[in-house]
Structure formats: structure tokens, C-alpha cells
């Protein structure tokens, strides 16, 4: 058992919708709602060979996180060394599908 191509494809679009260059809220109020999705997701396919799954969408929040800080702080680079993956799970607070994984499991 795994989540599917297209849940799979259903949360990388509310992700995008919570990440679009028109969402103008504050940044803790997308992150919490950003958290609340992954979170959401995570306790719905909570079963099964999940890590090939959450690991795809790790990189995926990782990627659009950091367009969204680069272009909401108007960077002329992408941001990856001012939003690295430490900086944005640890400092920002985004929650990382892989550290909800049980031990057994990863």
C-alpha cells in the first residue's frame, strides 16, 4: 500500500495554492496552514511503504518554500544558500514528512 499518483498530485496543488506569489499573509500564518496540510496528508496515508511518497514531497515543499521566501523577499538568486533545507525546517518551522516516519518504517 502507498498513496497514489494522483493524492500525490492533489497535495502538491494545495501546497502550491498555500505557496502562490499572490498569498501576501504573513509568513506564520502560510507556514502553519502549510504544516496543517502536510500534517493532514501524512495522518491520511499513514500506512503502508510511505518513504519513496514523502520523500518526493519533501523536496517538493522544500523547492516551492524557498521560491516563495526568495521571491517574497525580492532575491535576484533562488535562495539556496540563504534558505537552505536546515533553514527552512528547523529556523522556519515547516514540518519534514521524513521525521514523521516511525523507525521502523524508514
Not at 495554492?17 to 501524512?42: D, E, S
Not at 510511505?50 to 521571491?71: C, E, H, M, P, T
Amino acid at each position: 500500500m502507498q498513496p497514489s499518483k494522483r493524492s500525490i498530485a492533489q497535495i502538491k496543488q494545495r501546497i502550491a495554492g498555500l505557496l502562490r506569489p499572490a498569498n501576501v499573509a504573513p509568513w506564520a500564518q502560510v507556514v502553519a496552514a502549510l504544516n496543517r496540510v502536510i500534517r493532514g496528508w501524512a495522518n491520511y496515508f499513514g500506512m503502508g511503504l510511505r518513504w519513496k511518497s514523502y520523500r518526493a514531497l519533501d523536496w517538493y515543499v522544500i523547492n516551492g518554500v524557498r521560491n516563495f521566501l526568495q521571491r517574497r523577499h525580492q532575491m535576484p538568486t533562488r535562495g539556496t544558500r540563504r534558505f537552505s533545507a536546515r533553514h527552512i525546517y528547523d529556523e522556519q518551522g515547516v514540518v519534514r514528512l521524513k521525521s514523521l516516519l516511525g523507525r521502523s518504517t524508514a
